[in-house]
């Protein structure tokens, strides 16, 4: 099979041509030509056979070194993206692809451009003090988790495969002054562009208008062609699907974990896998992310940070448009996108159509009283017909981390007898509860024993995310609560940023 790329970003864009290496400033730039840098002894750890099949691609032996970085296709021009951000609320000034380099795009049978993108391949221009690397366990999370995502129906970047590297990665997991060598892994990652909100802030914030209006286009060219000459129309959709995005992470229970402005998608997908998490216990302000001391990227908070982070969007468009108003109304109108979205997820998650019945809301009250499940307790409630002279049903109560008290399962069983006079749709639920998410804890043990040298463990877990929607039985492992053992283990529940 001959691998064929295209270079349409490459020839299109304005770039820094001559490979150099070094960190440093690029300006007036939308990329910088770059190589990966090869590895020891790359090896296939995972594929994922849905991504390749975007491709049009099959496994073989060649992939490890052509996915490790160490070989470079003819037609390959890789590159690396310069871009900027807010992190935690903060103007960074220049971030940029710093261990990530797109190889190419390639474009399949069926005429869709998909980027190819190596993350941890080695350091680029934007590598700034680090070293242009990735570990496994962050790598494996990352593959794992776009992949789940998509299963889930929710719009993702991919994975395609993770290629051990056969070195070693020095990090300082805790950031306590104890690093140590990890196992390095390099992720290939599939998006029709993985263009964020950063790289048009970027040339705002530098007055690089030009370059603004040039990636501005290209971008309306290539994926709002619907949106062609009219800015405001394309930001206007950008503001919509990041609404309907964080409702649906809602929906799941998803939380990314750093929405600075550089992790968020010009195309309104999930992207850049770091500290993230799922609500094990229901629970409105549980942030993965260690360092989010101020629970900036909790659960709940997560729509008002994507339009917060849309408002740094418009800034960064308005040296092209003039007028503020315009976008100041899609900026409003976000919020009218995500409640319609939310609602209609939420209800749909008890089987009901959206009504102003107090129902929801108070089943949501009672989920943060006590630690609960939410992933457990949505999919059972499908299970649950009626209800017995006293206690809760089976299904519902092995959701609950410990022991109610007798007043709080009081409370669920006036609720319970509410709801289940209630004509539901039960196959509705059992599409929008799933039964199996990528749950860290769950992540973490792949982790582990991929480290240990089981070469099957990621295929064997990515092949349960494929049907996260499936009945599975009462004792099957996959569908249980959080183990007590995990919840303060680090990467079962929350984790730091290094990765
Ligand atoms: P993240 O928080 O992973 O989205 O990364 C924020 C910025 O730091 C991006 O510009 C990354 O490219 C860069 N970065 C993170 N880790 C590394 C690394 N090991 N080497 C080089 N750059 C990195
Ligand atoms: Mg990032």
Same mark, same amino acid.
Not at 75 to 83: L, N, Q, T, V
């Given at each position: ?17 001559? $490979? ?82 797109? +190889? ?49 129906? $929710? ?30 892994? %390099? ?67 998803? %939380? ?119 992933? $457990? ?6 299970? %649950? ?34 709801? +289940? ?15 199996? $998410? ?62």
């Amino acid at each position: 099979m001959e691998l064929i790329f295209d270079d349409l970003w490459v020839r299109t864009l304005p770039g820094e041509q001559d $490979i150099r290496p070094g960190s440093r400033q690029v300006y007036g730039q939308c990329y910088s030509r770059v190589l990966p840098t090869a590895v020891r002894k790359p090896g296939l750890i995972a594929w994922s056979a849905e991504a390749a099949q975007l491709l049009d691609w099959t496994q073989s032996p060649e992939m490890a070194e052509i996915l490790g970085g160490n070989r470079v296709l003819e037609s390959m021009k890789p590159y690396a993206a310069c871009y900027g951000g807010h992190q935690f609320g903060h103007w960074a000034g220049q971030l940029g692809d710093g261990r990530a380099m797109t +190889l190419g795009e390639v474009v399949n049978g069926r005429g869709e451009r998909w980027e190819v993108q190596l993350k941890g391949a080695g350091p680029t221009p934007y590598s700034r003090r680090a070293d242009g690397r990735a570990v496994l366990r962050s790598s494996v999370r990352e593959f794992l988790c776009s992949e789940a995502m998509f299963h889930l129906g $929710i719009p993702t970047t991919r994975a395609l495969a993770l290629v051990g590297t056969g070195e070693g990665v020095m990090r300082d997991m805790f950031y306590d002054g104890h690093p140590e060598l990890e196992p390095g892994a %390099v992720v290939t990652r599939l998006a029709p562009t993985f263009v964020r909100f950063g790289n048009f802030e970027i040339f705002a914030s530098r007055n690089e208008v030009d370059v603004l209006r040039q990636l501005t286009e290209f971008v309306i060219e290539q994926h709002y062609p619907q949106h062609r000459g009219d800015i405001y129309a394309f930001y206007d959709e950008v503001c919509r699907r990041t609404a309907e995005l964080m409702a649906d992470w809602m929906r799941v229970g998803f %939380v990314h974990g750093v929405m600075n402005t550089d992790n968020l998608s010009i195309l309104g997908w999930t992207i850049d896998y770091g500290p993230y998490g799922w609500l094990d216990p229901y629970q409105l302000d549980f942030t993965p992310n260690t360092t989010d001391r101020n629970l900036r990227y909790s659960y709940a908070n997560q729509p008002r940070i994507g339009q917060w982070n849309l408002a740094r969007l418009a800034e960064a468009l308005l040296p092209l448009v003039g007028d503020e108003k315009p976008l100041q109304a899609s900026l409003d109108h976000y919020l009218v996108h995500f409640e319609k979205r939310h609602r209609e997820n939420m209800w749909a998650k008890i089987g009901l159509p959206p009504s102003n019945d107090p129902l929801l809301a108070d089943l949501l009250n009672l989920l943060e009283d006590f630690e609960t499940d939410m992933t $457990i307790f949505f999919r059972n409630l499908a299970r %649950v017909r009626e209800l017995e002279a006293e206690g809760l049903p089976r299904e519902l109560s092995r959701a609950f981390y410990g022991t109610p008290s007798p007043e709080y399962i009081e409370k669920m069983r006036i609720w319970l007898l509410r709801y +289940l006079g209630q004509a539901r749709d039960l196959e509705l639920m059992n599409r929008v509860n799933p039964s199996l $998410i990528p749950r860290n804890y769950l992540v973490q043990q792949v982790i582990d024993r991929c480290a240990a040298g089981d070469a099957g463990a990621v295929n064997e877990f990515l092949q349960q995310l494929r049907q996260p929607y499936r009945e599975r039985a009462e004792d099957d492992p996959l569908f249980q609560p959080r183990p007590d053992w995990a919840r303060n283990r680090p990467g079962c529940s929350a984790l730091s940023c290094s990765s």
